[in-house]
């Protein structure tokens, strides 16, 4: 497992309970009661330092690399996938992976940032960084639901939209722009989760949705800590500072009154337990979806337009 800074004693308390384990099943010693003892004692020391960790340390959590990515939830939560690819313009980008699929036997559009999970995977999903392909294929999507009348469901994990010449010559402001627009317009449910990280327009391409939630240790940003540490201080080493200043946790959303609620992550984190993460998130949104049936399509998107209407105002 990637190391943290701030979660060495953990690791060493685990990695002493595998010594014993295999200790166990080598000698024959029964060490169970001691076992026993070092798990409990790294539950205790897993919650007590995930339960203050700074604004930083949310920053790293976010972005731990064996979090659970885009397609370990299609994978566990929604059965009969069928990815579609491309934005019908220029170009398919694998930053974003969308399509249909069934979530607890409710048909739904479904898309998301996919980071990957290795070197290889990660190059070809582009980190999550996503082109200006990524948003035209995002509203496509989001027409088709809207056509056939399917919920629409995003998973949001991206440090932010590419920032490279070929995604500024292709109109990548504008298609962010469209995106939003055609959240808002469409007349069907969205519910958007910040599974990771949340960055800028490319996060909220795809979550202005009817109901917004964060991953307990999630972050949502106009701009990554580093990059406002360079402005401001014209230095990254300020990124500590800047990401406390961003006030960009799922705690500081939550009470700003900008995403409607956090989902709980196990002890230690959702890089140590997918299944129940995965689970924990799956029955937000069919408690979400479910909420938003009796709405017809004028009140869905009524509800939308006034949700983020009314952020910021006192």
């Not at 009817?210 to 106009?222: A, D, F, G, P, R």
């Amino acid at each position: 497992m990637a190391q943290l800074d701030f979660e060495k004693p953990i690791l060493e308390l685990e990695a002493k309970i595998n010594e014993l384990q295999n200790m166990s099943g080598d000698t024959g010693f029964n060490i169970a009661d001691e076992i026993a003892r070092l798990d409990s004692k790294a539950q205790k020391l897993r919650e007590q330092t995930y339960s203050k960790l700074t604004a930083a340390q949310k920053v790293q959590v976010a972005r731990h690399p064996e979090r659970p990515h885009f397609g370990d939830y299609i994978k566990h939560m929604i059965t009969d996938f069928t990815p579609l690819a491309g934005d019908r313009n220029f170009a398919e980008d694998h930053a974003l992976v969308g399509g249909l699929g069934r979530l607890n036997g409710r048909s739904v559009v479904i898309m998301g940032q996919e980071k990957g999970s290795d070197t290889e995977s990660s190059i070809y999903h582009n980190f999550g960084m996503a082109l200006s392909e990524v948003y035209r294929k995002a509203q496509r999507l989001m027409h088709m639901a809207d056509q056939f009348g399917l919920p629409i469901v995003s998973l949001v994990d991206t440090a932010g939209a590419y920032p490279g010449v070929g995604a500024e010559e292709r109109g990548q402001s504008e298609a962010i722009a469209k995106s939003i627009e055609t959240c808002l317009r469409v007349g069907v449910p969205i519910v958007s989760v910040i599974i990771g990280e949340g960055g800028s327009g490319g996060a909220i391409a795809i979550a202005t949705g009817n109901k917004v939630y964060m991953l307990e240790h999630s972050i949502y940003s106009v701009i990554s800590p580093e990059g406002c540490a360079s402005i401001l201080w014209r230095s990254a080493e300020y990124a500590k500072d800047a990401a406390a200043a961003l006030k960009l946790t799922a705690q500081d959303m939550t009470q700003n009154g900008l995403v409607d609620g956090i989902i709980t992550e196990p002890a230690g984190g959702a890089h140590r337990d997918h299944a129940t993460t995965i689970d924990n998130v799956s029955k937000i949104i069919e408690k979400s979806l479910k909420s938003l049936d009796d709405m017809d399509k004028e009140a869905l998107i009524r509800d939308r337009r006034e949700k983020f209407l009314a952020m910021g105002r006192m």
